[in-house]
Nanobody
Framework: QVQLVESGGGLVQAGGSLGLSCAVS????????VGWFRQAPGKEREFAGA????????GYADSVKGRFTVSRDNAKNTVYLQMNSLKPEDTAVYYC?????????????????WGQGTQVTVSS
C-alpha cells in the first residue's frame, strides 16, 4: 500500500508562484511513477505532470508546460510541483497520485493511489 499526502496549496495572485509537496510512504518507490492532477469545479480531473521515481523522467500537459516543474527528493520520499506564472484558470484542487511502472500515464484511472488533494486558488 502507498500513502500520499499533499501540502502547500493556498491563494496566490495571477503571475505568482506556488509550490506543492507530495509525501509518499508505504512501499519502496523505485518502480513507481508519481503524477500531479487537478480538478476545477464542474470539470473532469486532468493530468498536469508526472515523474518516474527511478530515472527522474518528467512529462507535462501542454497547458502547464514551461510553467510547472515536477521534481523529487529521493531521501525525503517527496515529489514537488513548482508552479510559476500562475493564471486564474490554474485554480483547482491539486492531487498527487501514483502507479507502478517506468513510464508515466496521463489518465486518472491509470493511477492506483491518491492523496486527499490541496486547493490552489489564483486570483486575477
Amino acid at each position: 500500500q502507498v500513502q500520499l499526502v499533499e501540502s502547500g496549496g493556498g491563494l496566490v495572485q495571477a503571475g505568482g508562484s506556488l509550490g506543492l509537496s507530495c509525501a509518499v510512504s508505504g512501499r519502496t518507490l523505485n518502480s513507481f511513477v508519481v503524477g500531479w492532477f487537478r480538478q476545477a469545479p464542474g470539470k473532469e480531473r486532468e493530468f498536469a505532470g508526472a515523474i518516474t521515481w527511478s530515472g527522474g523522467s518528467t512529462g507535462y500537459a501542454d497547458s502547464v508546460k514551461g510553467r510547472f516543474t515536477v521534481s523529487r527528493d529521493n531521501a525525503k520520499n517527496t515529489v514537488y510541483l513548482q508552479m510559476n506564472s500562475l493564471k486564474p484558470e490554474d485554480t483547482a484542487v491539486y492531487y498527487c497520485a501514483a502507479h507502478l511502472g517506468n513510464y508515466y500515464y496521463t489518465h486518472p484511472y491509470q493511477y492506483d493511489y491518491w492523496g486527499q488533494g490541496t486547493q490552489v486558488t489564483v486570483s486575477s
